[in-house]
């Protein structure tokens, strides 16, 4: 049955099919949308356009048709990542009708990962290349708690109220648990077209593990009541990658990909100990998570015999995580349901290497950077608009204050290749980030 099926049934027993949620713990989302390997990372993730190693599969199928042998390819990876807490407590300053003075503290929930994210194996056939794959997608996992935000309002008589030890207006705290495990298994054919293109597409099963959950603490005058937000599930779909590689000349290859990714069911729910005003009722619905699309175009130059310069746009289409979002917040403005949303970004890849042809084993030597805009989930409505009913009564709404930290975040990596005559390859690059850090290992061996 497929899933247009399974949401008709589910919409026959009253219950909807819907997308990604608001919930707290799943802001900022990170998935693995770069090519594989280290020689990838140390270009900067700018492998697109040339694709010339059994990572092709991932970084641009077409690229199989490069390898004139049997390939295999490995990764090992370690990765910190910081998990900052924008919001992780303090206060709201209350100035005027419309405009506040947000004075937070920040905290981290550094999680530390080793895996083994990337398996592939090519074979040539005449003008013919067959692939076979394993990418893990996503592995993130984050843990924290944040505390009461006091809002300082202004009162009936415009004179602003900033007792915290009798004020029980605050943005409440919370417990917020994320996990997603997705892993993704597949096959990839290529094949020529002339001795100048190439055409490939790559296909492959995948399953996610997700788990996102917030419990919130609504204190009240007399006592503090428990919302559970929780957003679980198990399932599997299909994705898959089509590349397109040109070589109008020895020294230039322009690639195209386009990656469809999969959707997965989870189960949404809401439950509180006891009825709350500005809370939704208790429910349970079924929703939709969709890893974003993407497209990317690569360019490959090699101006000098030991000089490769890469350059990869990548366009990523996170609004799809957003479309017909599940809400757990019920806030209305105006009529108007006051939800999230997310921009579709271009990330920007560059890199160069340099080869050391006169060594017995030639050593190589890589340099890359690459842009991650923005892409956290933002109100639709403005962050100022913190606070609504009359000004003698007013309540927080459940809402993120990313917008107020928006800031593209700017990668840069360092990587090394030592090749074995023509059958085996090491590669090694570390990549620096604001808020993370990561070092791979990689081979290719080829027979």
């Keep these: 049955m497929n899933r247009f099926m399974v949401c008709l049934l589910l919409l026959g027993m009253g219950t909807l099919c819907l997308a990604q949620h608001n919930n707290r713990s799943a802001r900022d989302l990170q998935f693995r949308f770069g090519n594989p390997g280290a020689r990838s990372q140390g270009f900067g993730g700018a492998f697109i356009g040339l694709a010339d190693d059994a990572t092709a599969p991932v970084a641009n199928p077409a690229g199989m048709l490069r390898t004139a042998k049997r390939s295999m390819a490995f990764e090992v990876n370690y990765e910190r990542q910081d998990n900052e807490i924008p919001f992780y407590g303090g206060t709201i300053q209350q100035q005027n009708i419309f405009e506040f003075d947000f004075n937070f503290t920040e905290s981290e929930a550094p999680e530390n990962t080793f895996q083994i994210p990337y398996l592939a194996v090519v074979f040539p056939k005449n003008n013919m290349r067959y692939g076979f794959f394993l990418h893990q997608q996503a592995n993130l996992k984050r843990s924290y708690s944040t505390e009461p935000i006091t809002v300082c309002h202004l009162r009936a008589d415009f004179y602003p109220f900033c007792d915290q030890d009798d004020n029980p207006l605050a943005f409440n705290p919370s417990t917020d648990e994320l996990d997603i495990q997705m892993l993704n298994a597949g096959a990839s054919f290529a094949f020529g077209i002339g001795d100048r293109f190439s055409m490939g597409v790559s296909l492959f099963f995948s399953q996610m593990d997700y788990r996102a959950d917030s419990s919130i603490e609504f204190r009240q005058v007399l006592d503090t009541v428990l919302v559970e937000k929780l957003a679980?599930?198990?399932?599997?779909?299909?994705?898959?990658?089509?590349?397109?590689?040109?070589?109008?000349?020895?020294?230039?290859?322009?690639?195209l990909t386009y990656k469809s990714q999969p959707e997965f069911e989870y189960t949404a729910q809401l439950r509180k100990e006891q009825p709350l005003p500005r809370v939704p009722d208790d429910f349970s619905k079924i929703g939709l998570f969709k890893v974003p699309d993407s497209l990317g175009i690569g360019v490959s130059i090699t101006p000098l015999d030991n000089v490769t310069i890469n350059v990869d746009a990548n366009r990523v289409y996170y609004s799809q995580i957003t479309d017909e979002l599940l809400d757990f917040s019920g806030v209305v403005i105006e009529d108007q349901l006051v939800t999230q949303t997310m921009a579709d970004v271009t990330e920007i890849h560059v890199g160069m290497e340099w080869v050391f042809l006169n060594l017995a084993h030639p050593l190589s030597l890589r340099v890359g950077y690459w842009l991650d805009p923005y892409h956290?989930?933002?109100?639709?409505?403005?962050?100022s608009q913190i606070l609504e009913g009359d000004t003698d009564r007013p309540a927080v709404r459940d809402?993120?204050?990313?917008?107020?930290?928006?800031?593209d975040e700017n990668h840069y990596s360092l990587g090394l290749g030592w090749s074995f005559g023509t059958n085996l390859q090491f590669d090694a690059a570390v990549e620096v980030a604001d808020s993370s850090k990561s070092a791979t290992v990689s081979g290719i061996y080829r027979f």
Excluded: K, Y
């Excluded at 990658?241 to 290859?253: D, K, M, N, T, V």
């Excluded at 956290?376 to 962050?383: C, R």
């Design 232 to 255: 679980r599930g198990e399932d599997e779909d299909f994705g898959g990658i089509i590349g397109l590689l040109w070589r109008p000349a020895q020294e230039l290859s322009i690639g």
């Design 376 to 383: 956290a989930a933002t109100n639709t409505v403005a962050d």
């Design 399 to 407: 809402i993120f204050f990313l917008n107020l930290f928006e800031e």
